[in-house]
């Protein structure tokens, strides 16, 4: 049974919504893990390791398919890994150095670096348009006023 396009985008901003959630629940706990208990190398350590754990005990049937990828997308997928663990490290530094309500919309403002990279790497994949550059202006806007409210 094909999903449709719609259901599919349904989930999509479902699952963004569960993944902002996700990371506002993160912030918090890694403010409290940086300042009552370990020291943000260590921290990112653990938090990456669970994290993998988990993934690896639900997704471990999906492992088979790891002979299908190419080089190139393994490639990719290192460098992902590699962003992703840079991001989580540098997230749980800020966190040990600087308050959670500033840290929290610095870090939350990612989506303007995937914009620029897209419009980069994916101009043939996704269509930038008037609306991304408003947005993109929004969350420069929002950042910079949670910053000065300090």
Do not use: C
Request: proline share 3%; hydrophobic share 55%; net charge positive.
């Amino acid at each position: 049974m094909e999903v449709s396009n719609s259901k599919k985008k349904l989930f999509g901003y479902l699952a963004s919504l569960g993944a902002a959630g996700s990371y506002g629940i993160s912030a918090n706990l890694a403010k409290a893990i940086v300042n009552d208990i370990a020291d943000p190398l260590i921290a990112t350590s653990f938090a990456l390791f669970f994290g993998f754990t988990i993934l690896i005990t639900i997704y471990h049937k999906q492992l088979v398919n790891i002979k299908k990828i190419n080089k190139k997308t393994f490639l990719f997928l290192f460098l992902a890994g590699m962003a992703g663990s840079t991001g989580v490290g540098s997230q749980y530094y800020a966190m040990n150095n600087a308050p959670v309500f500033i840290v929290a919309p610095i870090t939350g403002s990612y989506p303007l670096f995937a914009i620029f990279f897209s419009f980069l790497f994916l101009r043939k994949v996704e269509k930038q348009n008037i609306s991304t550059l408003i947005g993109a202006v929004m969350i420069i806007l929002g950042v910079t006023l949670i910053i000065l409210s300090k």
